[in-house]
């Protein structure tokens, strides 16, 4: 399966956005296909899951869309947990035909977006793939915003490092000199260094790029 | 003809007669004249008055001497009798073998007999058994032959009405067509007549009109006139022996009033005489009537009246057993039916889905239609496009429908040559759904070569669906290896279809191998136990048969049943 976590590559978020249908029925794949054909969304079809995970998920902006009832192996549910397990978080739209109660429930609780019966309205189907397709978009941004962080932090020095860790932790520029056996003024520059090299145009700044990086903490 | 067959029964005899007696010369016996001496010792009044036919001939098989009775049945006078005459009197069909025999006999010096017809005075002929026995004199050669003709017509009779009564019960039940059986009848029935046409007209309940159901000698031109008789006491024999549960006879058509439909045109075609007896069974009363049209005037004979005795006694046996199978194959058709309607009960969640998914389908379809039409420039292609996509979505959720309407049809079992290829593939696709629902893998295996069956489409879908329901219910549980249905067709033996569904689970308990078949026999919870039983009197009725292994080579079962290949077509 394709990594979707994996280097953005530059531009791909600039392509246009997929929707993947997952559906047995030859008739629904080809509705769907000409629904989102005609607002203009590209589409790609595959009549199972197992289909889907040998060609792999397109490193773009995208959503899937899934019948919960997939012959084979492998249902639109089991697609869902399997996709979560190797850590691909593309939105997902599951679709039913009997708007099955506990169905439904499992599949929002493992993070569906949204969850149409057959059959459905147009407008919630386009709604639906819009905000799917919205929210793949902000993670991948976000994603691709942290990755740079993370190349800026990973440029900072061993020392700096320890240094912005206890600076974001809310440290007092003399406790962090003690614990780490340094001059206070020496902390000082290196935080200075910190502050440029991440970018930071203030402590608070810094404090925000370090929770998205995912380090300090209390 | 009886001339040449005299001519060569007389040759025949002389020359064997001339051997012998060439023989007896070579040998020095004492001449046949002293021996003939002795042998008239019988005074001629005895034998004249003895009740039985009697005959001497001289060694040559020449006739010499014929008593009076055999003079009083034939008609002939002595002289007419004497030498070779009394040939005259054998029926022409039965001179050859009877020559044949006498021949021999002359030949051998060796008593015999024979059976052949006489001709009685009033043209009648009787079978009768010819006894002949060398008269030899003390040198052991022939001096004369006596002989003695006795009456074997009564046990004849018999006989015959017997292997023809024979024939018929075996025709009935072999299952042979109703019709077909009534129609050997009437044909029999003509043969002993051989001056009548009969038919059978069978008793419709619904209308009291009796309707013409076979015969095997009246003409197609008098038929066409009457294709329904009226019941009642005024209505002429026919429908008057069945308002009156008895024979009627109308020595002469002629006679009836003009109303009654068969008469004229009877007489038109030389049908003088009409008689009617009533064909009834003890459970059902009257089932239509046994008519005789005769081209002479007159009523039955006592030996017409046994023939018809024996003929509506048959009739009705036939009829009611065939009425029986109908009844039998109705409830067969019946039970089938319900039961197909119960599975598709059980399918109702699974075809209610890919109906959904059809009409989504349409749906979604509709929508995208028109937004490619809303399009500032309007994309008619793609409108085109989707409408073509929307008429093929609808055609096949037609077609869902109309297998599902196939299903649920009620109609009697209908034989057609069928493929069974076709009929395998046709019932996994009702089947879809639920294999999907259920996680069941599905392989076909199918023969390429197959040849054709003959049976009923839906009622072998029937089965096929329910083997098929079977297996997947039957892996329900199986949760450590795959769910797979294999479904196989192959030519078993040379003709024979076979056809097996193996399932991967739990596998039949041997103990339950033979009784599974059975009516109320299950192991489900929920369930009938009809099933299984429909399915084996549905192949039985195809003349094929059903049967389950526990597989050997692996988890599961197997159903397999084989029908016959469709050969020329039987009706």
């Avoid at chain 2, 026999?521 to 048969?545: D, N, P, Q, V, Y």
Wanted: net charge negative; with cysteine.
């Amino acid at each position: 399966m394709t990594n979707r976590s994996e280097p953005a590559g530059g531009n791909a978020s600039d392509l246009p956005p997929v929707v993947l249908v997952v559906d047995d029925d030859q008739s629904m794949r080809s509705a769907l296909e000409n629904l989102f054909q005609s607002v203009g969304l590209d589409v790609r079809t595959f009549s199972s899951a197992s289909e889907l995970t040998s060609r792999g998920l397109p490193n773009v902006v995208s959503c899937l869309v899934l019948d919960v009832r997939l012959p084979g192996l492998l249902s639109g549910l089991d697609l869902q947990a399997e996709l979560a397990k190797t850590g691909v978080q593309i939105p997902i739209i599951l679709m039913t035909s009997h708007g099955d109660i506990p169905m439904s429930v499992t599949a929002m609780k493992a993070g569906a977006v949204d969850f149409l019966a057959k059959p459905f309205r147009d407008q919630d189907m386009l709604n639906a793939v819009a905000s799917a397709l919205d929210r793949d978009r902000k993670r991948r941004e976000s994603e691709i915003a942290t990755k740079q962080l993370r190349t800026l932090f990973e440029s900072l020095s061993q020392r700096q490092r320890e240094i912005m860790t206890r600076v974001t932790a809310g440290k007092m520029n003399k406790h962090i000199a003690e614990e780490l056996g340094l001059k206070e003024i020496t902390v000082k520059i290196h935080r200075g260094h910190v502050m440029r090299k991440m970018h930071a145009k203030s402590l608070a700044d810094l404090v925000r790029i370090a929770e998205a990086l995912g380090i300090g903490g209390k | 003809m009886p001339e040449r067959a005299r001519d060569s029964l007389q040759g025949h005899a002389s020359a064997a007669i001339a051997s012998a007696n060439l023989a007896s010369e070579m040998h020095g016996d004492a001449t046949p004249a002293a021996a003939l001496q002795q042998a008239q010792i019988d005074p001629r009044a005895t034998i004249d008055a003895l009740p039985t036919l009697h005959w001497r001939t001289k060694p040559d098989g020449v006739v010499e001497f014929i008593n009076k009775t055999w003079l009083e049945y034939t008609g002939f006078s002595e002289e007419q009798a004497l030498g070779w005459g009394w040939t005259r009197a054998v029926h022409p069909d039965d001179q050859q073998s009877l020559g044949r025999i006498w021949t021999s006999l002359l030949a051998s010096g060796h008593p015999g007999e024979a059976e052949a017809r006489l001709r009685q005075h009033d043209g009648q002929y009787r079978w009768f058994l010819f006894l002949a026995r060398p008269l030899k004199g003390q040198s052991g050669q022939v001096v004369a032959w006596l002989g003695t003709c006795i009456d074997i017509d009564d046990r004849k009779f018999a006989e015959s009405l017997l292997s023809g009564e024979n024939r018929i019960l075996e025709a009935t039940a072999e299952g042979a067509p109703l019709n077909s059986i009534l129609e050997q009848l009437c044909w029999h029935a003509d043969e002993f007549s051989g001056n009548s046409a009969t038919s059978v007209w069978l008793l419709d309940r619904s209308d009291n009109l009796l309707r013409y159901a076979a015969s095997a000698n009246l003409p197609s031109s008098l038929l066409e006139k009457l294709s329904s008789i009226a019941v009642g006491p005024e209505e002429g024999a026919c429908g008057a022996s069945v308002s009156r549960g008895e024979t009627v006879c109308t020595p002469d058509l002629s006679s009836d009033p003009p109303e009654v439909p068969y008469r004229d045109a009877c007489l038109a075609h030389g049908l003088c005489a009409c008689w009617s007896t009533p064909i009834v069974s003890m459970a059902s009363g009257v089932l239509g009537t046994f008519t005789a049209f005769c081209n002479t005037k007159g009523n039955p004979s006592a030996r017409d009246q046994r023939v018809i005795q024996q003929i509506t006694h048959l009739a009705s046996i036939a009829i009611e057993r065939s009425r029986t199978e109908d009844a039998l194959r109705r409830t067969r058709d019946e039970l089938a039916h319900v039961t197909r309607v119960t599975t598709l009960g059980e399918l109702a969640a699974s075809i209610a889905h890919e109906m959904n998914q059809h009409l989504s389908a349409i749906g979604t379809h509709g929508d995208a239609g028109l937004r490619w039409l809303a399009r500032e420039s309007p994309a008619v292609e793609r409108a085109r496009d989707t409408f073509k996509r929307i008429i093929d979505t609808a055609r096949r959720a037609g077609e869902v429908l109309q297998r599902i309407r196939d299903l649920s049809r009620k109609t009697g079992a209908e034989a057609t040559v069928i493929d069974i290829n076709a009929i395998i593939t046709d019932s996994v696709l009702l089947v879809q759904s639920e294999l999907t629902r259920q996680k069941n893998a599905i392989r076909l295996d199918l023969e390429a070569e197959l040849p054709s069956a003959r049976g009923d489409r839906v009622q072998l879908q029937q089965v096929l669906i329910n083997l098929l329901m079977n297996g997947i219910e039957a892996m329900g549980d199986v949760a450590d290896r795959p769910r797979e249905l294999v479904v196989r067709s192959q030519i078993s033996d040379v003709d024979l279809i076979m056809v097996s569904v193996r399932d991967s689970g739990l596998g039949i308990d041997p103990v339950n191998v033979d009784r599974m078949f059975k009516a109320f026999f299950t192991t489900k919870r929920t369930g009938m136990g009809m099933g299984l039983s429909i399915c084996r009197s549905i192949l039985e009725a195809h003349g094929g048969r059903i049967w389950a292994v526990r597989n050997v080579d692996g988890p599961g079962s197997t159903f397999n049943f084989v029908l016959p290949v469709a050969g020329e077509a039987k009706q």
